[in-house]
Each structure stands twice: as structure tokens, then as C-alpha cells.
């Protein structure tokens, strides 16, 4: 299993209750299941509308049980931004 940082942005920070997080897992459905499991409620429906950088790289359309997870890497968990 990786290890690294799941951080949270605005909407995912606040239902989370925290703005990061340390994650243990190899893919980011591994590591998204372990989040909803620490913090039902709010931060499930958040999730839902999300997107997701991996280390910087979006993750796009992709199947999150594809996206494997580095040693030490970041998922970033952003909810849609208003404003422009």
C-alpha cells in the first residue's frame, strides 16, 4: 500500500473537517472509499461532484479503481469553484 496526502479544498474541506489528510492505499477508489468511511455524511455528497488532481495530473474521466497512487504522493480533492 502507498502512502500520502489526501487534501481538501473549500466545500471537501469543510465536510471533511479537516484540510488534509495522510492515505493509505493503491488506487484513489481505495482512498476515496477510506475518506468516506472516516467522514460519512456531508463529505459523501461532496465527493460525488468533485474532480481530482493525482500529483498534479487530473484525473479526467478516468475509472478512480485505474488511478494508482505513488509513495508519497497528493490527491487533491476539489469541489466545483463559483466565481471566475
Same mark, same amino acid.
Given at each position: 500500500?502507498?502512502?500520502?496526502? *489526501?487534501?481538501?479544498?473549500?466545500?471537501?474541506?469543510?465536510?471533511?473537517? *479537516?484540510?488534509?489528510?495522510?492515505?493509505?492505499?493503491?488506487?484513489?477508489? &481505495?482512498? @476515496? /472509499?477510506?475518506?468516506? &468511511?472516516?467522514?460519512?455524511?456531508? @463529505? *459523501?455528497? =461532496? @465527493?460525488?461532484?468533485?474532480?481530482?488532481?493525482? /500529483?498534479? /495530473?487530473? =484525473? #479526467?474521466?478516468?475509472?478512480? &479503481?485505474?488511478?494508482?497512487?505513488?509513495? #508519497?504522493?497528493? *490527491? &487533491?480533492?476539489?469541489?466545483?469553484?463559483? #466565481? #471566475?
Amino acid at each position: 500500500m502507498a502512502k500520502g496526502t *489526501v487534501r481538501y479544498w473549500a466545500a471537501a474541506k469543510s465536510a471533511a473537517g *479537516v484540510a488534509e489528510e495522510p492515505y493509505e492505499a493503491e488506487t484513489l477508489a &481505495e482512498a @476515496l /472509499d477510506a475518506a468516506r &468511511e472516516r467522514h460519512p455524511g456531508e @463529505l *459523501v455528497r =461532496v @465527493l460525488l461532484r468533485c474532480s481530482f488532481l493525482i /500529483d498534479g /495530473d487530473p =484525473v #479526467g474521466t478516468r475509472g478512480h &479503481e485505474t488511478v494508482r497512487l505513488a509513495e #508519497g504522493g497528493t *490527491v &487533491e480533492v476539489l469541489p466545483p469553484f463559483a #466565481g #471566475g
